[in-house]
């Protein structure tokens, strides 16, 4: 048997193949080196016409044809491409055949033509107006040639030299709108314009993105870095709403179930140079609808790039604070999403915790980063889990119980409110089961909107708007929709309770109630004598009693002055240590005017006993601060005249002449007698009476040292459980309020000067206070003196003082962060060169 040979059919094939691959690089020779020859023969000439130059720029787009393309030229073809391209946007007009050169530049290489398209608007050419070539840049864009610029980068292998290259056209391509309307001078093809430019230019890079997704699956590679770059810069230089208002919607749609096209986005992401990472984050972050969305677009960026790290869990959060509150829910709500991510949330709300619970950070940082920081503490202990809470419990217990501190310490209302909310916050997480930590202060819509962080909201759904006060409502409308039906059903249980227990309690209500509907009112007479009052404020346990003496004491301190004297300062102890028995209307304000009225009735022994009091022991915050209060009312009530009136009239009295009743004579003769006065007086002027204060002396001006001088002595001594340089800064900036007043009101009194010159000290020892509150009672200090002091005795005893504190004035106006302190410094300078003007002018 005779055995087989081998099959012809597969050497055949091969052999085939190899003749059709090599016709077809004869073929593409044959081409490349007729659109060598076209190129060449195409070369502008002067003395070419017309025709001809039109005959060979079309042999020229023939050669393109048959050589497959712009795609398809290699490098030395580019290369001679670029040449052509050069010279004849440098060729006279007549080498230029109307619509046959701008088809030259728009269908052949992208790169070289858009590049020689720039170079040609920035140095314009004599026989090309800038005009022709913005003509020929929009039909680039409008034809998609910016598509295939792109995509053209893409394919390009990385060479030496190539990243100068790519840097150049990056700037050329972001800045193509600038670039057009600094040579038309802002009358630029609404194309050209930023509103337009950028979206399109968005457009585009899908379309790239979709070209690298075909690619990859096909087995291709190509790079995505040079459209990340385009996406950074434009960015950076503040377009982000506008490219990523097209780019982020469609890359939502094309990641839902794309793994392929997820890991696209994620590179695309991840290439951004770190100097343009914090524009791009941002961005996505801003334009982003929901946390899992971000997290489905950026994956774990967070994780590999450093400088994304920072930008999310430093820069945003701790040194910005311009965010939305929907901007903090996307960012906090991406690091939760993610178990590789958490750890950058706990690490997050521990640095949220430590800059909260800073006092330095609480005084010195404004009051709106204070608010940002507390809703980014908000929102990251609404995403904390039960084991993660049980890890950091004593951490939180710690930072709440410094941080509360710190704000409760503060001087301005809205961040004691902040701390007592987050606080409330905290300790409602940390203790599940024990007493929760509880403030009383006032509701409003920003209470509302901190409170709500603490839910997380179902993604793609807008916070609805909450009722003031009903908070089972709260919990409802934040719930998902799924729960609809669960909530309705819990929602009715409480009803049907409360119904039974009503019928319950009417059922076993058989006791008949007493009619008394004749019942008068028991009134109880009020104390007539000021000793009575006393007995009854410290003894009596009458509390009907003790309502009437306190509401009496005022009227009876002021009409029996010699009485009160012998018991004012006994009197003002009693006032200084009452505490309200019962819940009476306006306690604080009937014991603070019963002070008062003891004060301005017995002037000198009470206000030794108060100024002393306020820096003793045992006494609470509250109580020296009343001190102070009834000390500025009392100074007030004393320097004001007495509203005694009387009238005054312009001519002189007129002699009072009784008359007999029905006596006409009488009559006709006053009569007769005023209309020849009349007739007779010239008058220059007609006069009206005039209602003025009756003169009265000054009362204050005995006293004022008493009240000034005590309060200024002992301020920089602290106490056991009282620290004015320390802690207690508040009180001590109700202290330099205080003095500013006193010294207001102590204007023409014998002791203005003295007392002037021991407050500029006092001034100048506190003049570098952190507290803001602190520093704004100093300079109204000084506006104070520089108006109750005469100014002959300010240049004549504290020439130096005034110079030394016009220098420091200066430097508020210009370095002090707190708004109202710059006003109040400027206003002094302006008082004192006011001051100094009149000196000049007045006679010597």
């Avoid at 960026?301 to 701790?318: E, I, M, P, R």
């Avoid at 521990?350 to 619970?357: A, C, D, I, P, Y």
């Avoid at 009596?540 to 309502?547: I, L, N, P, R, S």
């Avoid at 506006?783 to 300010?794: D, H, I, K, R």
Wanted: aromatic share 6%; proline share 6%.
């Amino acid at each position: 048997m005779a055995a087989a040979g081998p099959e012809p059919e597969p050497a055949l094939r091969d052999a085939a193949a190899g003749l059709e691959r090599a016709g077809e690089a004869a073929a593409a020779a044959a081409a490349a080196a007729g659109l060598e020859r076209a190129l060449r023969e195409a070369a502008p000439r002067p003395e070419r016409t017309g025709e001809e130059a039109a005959a060979a720029l079309g042999a020229v787009r023939a050669a393109l044809v048959a050589a497959g393309g712009a795609e398809a030229l290699g490098k030395r073809e580019r290369a001679l491409f670029d040449a052509f391209l050069r010279s004849l946007a440098g060729a006279p007009r007549a080498a230029r055949p109307e619509g046959v050169w701008q088809r030259c530049f728009l269908e052949g290489p992208p790169e070289p033509a858009f590049c020689v398209l720039l170079e040609s608007l920035g140095c314009p050419r004599p026989s090309l107006h800038p005009r022709e070539v913005v003509e020929v840049l929009e039909q680039f864009l409008q034809e998609g040639r910016m598509l295939a610029l792109l995509w053209d980068v893409c394919q390009q292998p990385v060479q030496d030299g190539s990243q100068e290259l790519q840097e150049a056209l990056l700037n050329r391509i972001v800045c193509l709108p600038n670039h057009v309307s600094n040579k038309l001078e802002g009358k630029n093809p609404p194309v050209f314009f930023p509103q337009n430019y950028f979206p399109l230019l968005g457009g585009t890079i899908i379309q790239v993105l979709q070209k690298i997704s075909d690619s990859l699956r096909g087995g291709l590679d190509c790079s995505i870095s040079f459209v990340s770059h385009v996406l950074g810069k434009v960015c950076v230089h503040g377009r982000q709403k506008e490219i990523l208002g097209i780019l982020v919607p469609g890359l939502m749609e094309l990641t839902k179930s794309d793994c392929i096209w997820q890991r696209i986005c994620w590179r695309l992401v991840e290439c951004v140079p770190d100097r343009w990472m914090e524009a791009v984050v941002l961005g996505f972050v801003q334009q982003t609808p929901g946390a899992d969305v971000l997290s489905r677009l950026l994956g774990n960026l967070v994780v590999k790039n450093k400088k994304a790290q920072y930008v999310v869990t430093q820069k945003v959060l701790l040194l910005q604070y311009g965010h939305t509150t929907a901007v903090l829910q996307n960012l906090l709500g991406y690091l939760a999403v993610d178990s590789l991510r958490r750890a950058l949330l706990i690490k997050v709300l521990q640095e949220l915790l430590e800059t909260w619970s800073s006092s330095s950070a609480v005084r010195h940082s404004p009051p709106e980063q204070q608010q940002y920081i507390s809703k980014a503490i908000l929102i990251c202990l609404s995403h904390l889990k039960e084991t993660e809470i049980e890890s950091c419990r004593q951490e939180l217990l710690t930072s709440m119980m410094e941080g509360v501190k710190c704000h409760l310490d503060s001087s301005l209302p809205q961040i004691r409110r902040l701390g007592m909310i987050v606080a409330e916050s905290i300790s409602a997480k940390i203790n599940t089961d024990g007493p929760l930590l509880t403030f009383q202060y006032e509701e409003d819509d920003e209470v509302r909107e901190l409170k709500s962080l603490l839910v997380q909201t179902p993604p793609f759904c807008a916070v609805p708007s909450l009722p003031r006060d009903d908070r089972n409502e709260k919990a409802d409308t934040e719930m998902p929709v799924v729960l609809e039906r669960n909530d309705k059903s819990h929602t009715a249980a409480p009803v049907i309770a409360d119904e039974e227990l009503d019928t319950e309690l009417d059922s076993d209500d058989d006791l008949i109630p007493y009619d008394m509907s004749e019942d008068k009112e028991v009134r109880i007479k009020a104390p007539v004598y000021i000793r009575d009052c006393i007995e009854v404020l410290t003894g009596c346990e009458d509390m009907d009693k003790w309502e009437a003496a306190i509401k009496a004491l005022e009227s009876l301190v002021r009409k029996n002055p010699e009485a009160t004297r012998e018991v004012s300062v006994e009197l003002a102890k009693i006032l200084l240590h009452l505490e309200e028995k019962t819940c009476i209307e306006g306690f604080v304000e009937l014991r603070q005017r019963a002070q008062v009225a003891v004060l301005t009735t017995d002037p000198i022994p009470v206000s030794k006993y108060l100024t002393s009091q306020f820096y003793s022991l045992n006494y609470s915050l509250r109580q020296r601060m009343d001190i102070l209060d009834v000390l500025v009312l009392s100074a007030q009530e004393l320097s004001h005249p007495k509203s005694h009136l009387k009238t005054k009239h312009s001519g002189a009295p007129k002699p009072c002449i009784q008359l007999l009743p029905g006596s006409d004579s009488s009559k006709d003769w006053r009569r007769i007698v005023d209309e020849r006065i009349k007739s007779k007086t010239r008058r220059f002027a007609t006069g009206q009476s005039q209602v003025e204060l009756a003169s009265s002396p000054n009362e204050f001006s005995s006293v004022a040292g008493h009240f000034f001088f005590p309060l200024i002595q002992h301020f920089d001594r602290p106490l056991t459980t009282f620290d004015l340089l320390g802690e207690d800064h508040f009180v001590l900036g109700r202290l330099v309020h205080t003095l500013a007043v006193l010294m207001y009101l102590a204007v023409n009194t014998v002791a203005v000067a003295a007392m002037g010159k021991a407050l500029l000290e006092f001034v100048w020892a506190l003049r570098f206070h952190t507290d803001s509150y602190v520093r704004q009672g100093l300079l109204s200090c000084i506006s104070s003196l520089l108006f109750s002091v005469p100014a002959e005795c300010l240049l004549k005893d504290m020439t130096e003082e005034l110079l030394e504190t016009q220098s420091w004035l200066g430097d508020v106006v210009e370095k002090d962060p707190d708004g109202d302190c710059r006003r109040l410094a400027l206003q002094n300078l302006l008082f004192m060169e006011n001051l100094k003007k009149k000196l000049q002018t007045a006679p010597s």
